[in-house]
């Protein structure tokens, strides 16, 4: 045992004790657990014009009726802006990130002229990349976090939070997160593997998607990855000011601080299992079915397992299936169901249908096994995590980097709520309440202790 061990696990013994709340207090002390209400519903503690998450309707009488999920960006509902791109065949998320940040639907030239900006952008400072290839460890989303922070080294104003300021610092950061993911991947590919080191440019003819593709993988890509890459952007770059990285970013905004630590503190939340990390917790379940079910037709034996996932006697014991269900969409996620569209395409071109009528089947079978094990006392629906690990898996992108993806798309997001927060006429710092209900105790001396 290493000296200080011992007070180590002495304290932590002690920890245990004194982070103990009686449940029961919640309740009577009417405490908002998680901010949210007794029905789920999330505390409403801001306003915003930016994005809009629509689950179920609420009655005269209180009560919530599920409906179809909608979700708005800018007032325009996203099933709407994405249709429209995928019917052109077009890329869309520099469309959308223009939409986010302004607030203005842009038209083509505005559109060219967004996309022009952020290729000039994407390169990246000549210490930034050296520490980047300097930097040995497995956690990409750590990575990502210390480069962000790196950066306000080189901003002549870091802390200005001028509206000028704010969108010449947003601009930046969301051109220089694909550049970042991508060269800490390829380093840790270099390291780990002993692969070939790859530093590839930006090129000023390729979307926003085509260059990360090209700076992760070169040239090794389809056109309908690529889109399909760039759909997915445009799902995760906004979510209403609720979810948990963006309130992260509004808080930390609220108290004055620079961009750069903001959005740091956002990526810290997005790493967690619960928000971000969610992806990999499905893919594991996913990649758990496919070699424990011997017949993938066979519901019955899908059912069996899922059965035996939600007891807590299969997989990893949590007693969850991963990819259903979501805090405020009900009978369904409109992310879910505009990627599961473009996956059954890429999984034709990739020759996995048979794996993509499986999940589909999963997706089934587990809100009716859910139901009958544990009761409809929440209506449940595939989130949009629950195909993003296949596609991300059929474009060839590695695990490590699902979630610094979700990153860099969000990234949009967050500071279209960072700029809102920080432009609020008298706007205050958030500070919610916590009641402390530890008993008064009398100081005793230490000799008598």
Known sequence: ????????????????????????????????????????????????????????????????????????FRGYEIADLVNAILTEKRFGFEEVAYLLLSGHLPDKEEVEAFHTLLVDNMALEKNTLLHIIELEGHDIMNILSRSVLEFYTFDENPDDISKENLMRQSIELMSKMPTIIAYAYNMLRHGELGRSLHIRHPQKDLSFAENFLFMLKGKDYTALEARTLDLMLILHSEHGGGNNSTFTVRVTSSSGTDT????????????????????????????????????????????????????????????????????????????????????????????????????????????????????????LCANVDFYSGFVYDMIGIPRDIYTPLFAMSRIVGWCAHRNEELNFVGRRIIRPAYKCVTDEREYVEIKKR
């Open 260 to 379: 750069y630590s903001s959005i740091a503190a956002g990526i810290g939340s997005l790493k967690g299992p619960k928000h971000g990390g969610a992806n990999l917790k499905v893919s594991d379940m996913i990649e758990y079915l496919k070699s424990h079910v011997h017949d993938w037709y066979n519901e019955d034996e899908i059912v069996s397992h899922l059965e035996g996932i939600l007891e807590g006697t299969e997989m990893d014991g949590q007693k969850l299936i991963y990819g259903i269900g979501h805090a405020v969409y009900t009978l369904s996620d409109p992310r879910a169901v505009l990627l599961k569209k473009l996956a059954g395409e890429l999984a034709a071109e990739k020759g996995r249908i048979r794996e993509y009528e499986f999940l589909q089947r999963i997706e089934r079978l587990a809100i009716e096994t859910v139901y009958r094990i544990k009761g409809h006392k929440k209506t």
């Open 1 to 72: 045992m290493r000296a200080g061990d011992y007070l180590i696990y002495k304290l932590s013994d002690q920890m245990k004790g004194c982070t103990k709340i009686d449940a029961e207090l919640f309740r009577k002390l009417d405490v908002k657990r998680g901010l949210r209400n007794e029905d789920g519903t999330g505390v409403l503690v801001g306003l915003t014009n930016i994005g809009n998450v629509v689950g179920y309707q609420r009655c005269e009488d209180g009560s919530l009726t599920p409906i179809e999920g909608r979700l708005y």
